[in-house]
């Protein structure tokens, strides 16, 4: 796997600020810190409008392969690419949209993500 990623996830849990007495969130716990493989899929999605009229949309959405080794990554956890083949990708941030898929003969685990942020250009 020629990429090396960032998983986050938020806990949800408030800390105590000593500086201001407020509760703020608290830092996210990292799932993941290794290899990994990112590739683009495109999804047809064919819906009926309000008017009855059959409408297409493209959306883009992205596989994340990881090693079966990897822990189960669950819907919105925040996926940071850290290095990257394509030095292009380095930095852009995406969010898990479903559970991995399993598989009866596993080989690698996959993951379905939406882009969220593209990074520092």
């Known amino acids: 796997m020629p990429d090396t990623v960032r998983v986050m996830r938020d806990v949800g ?11 703020v ?3 996210p716990l990292m799932v993941y810190d290794g290899n990994a493989g990112l590739y683009p899929q495109q999804e047809k999605i064919r819906s009926r409008s309000r008017d009855g009229a059959w409408a297409e949309e ?4 992205y596989k994340l392969l990881l090693p079966l080794s990897a822990p189960e990554l669950e819907d919105r956890d925040v996926v940071l690419v850290v290095a990257a083949h394509d030095r292009q990708a380095e930095g852009r941030t995406y969010e898990v949209t479903t559970m991995g898929e399993v598989s009866s003969l596993p080989v690698l685990r996959t993951v379905w993500l939406e882009q969220r942020d593209r990074g520092a250009q």
């Open 13 to 23: 849990e408030q800390v105590l600020d000593p500086k201001t007495g407020q509760l």
């Open 25 to 27: 969130d608290g830092p």
């Open 58 to 61: 493209i959306r883009a959405g």
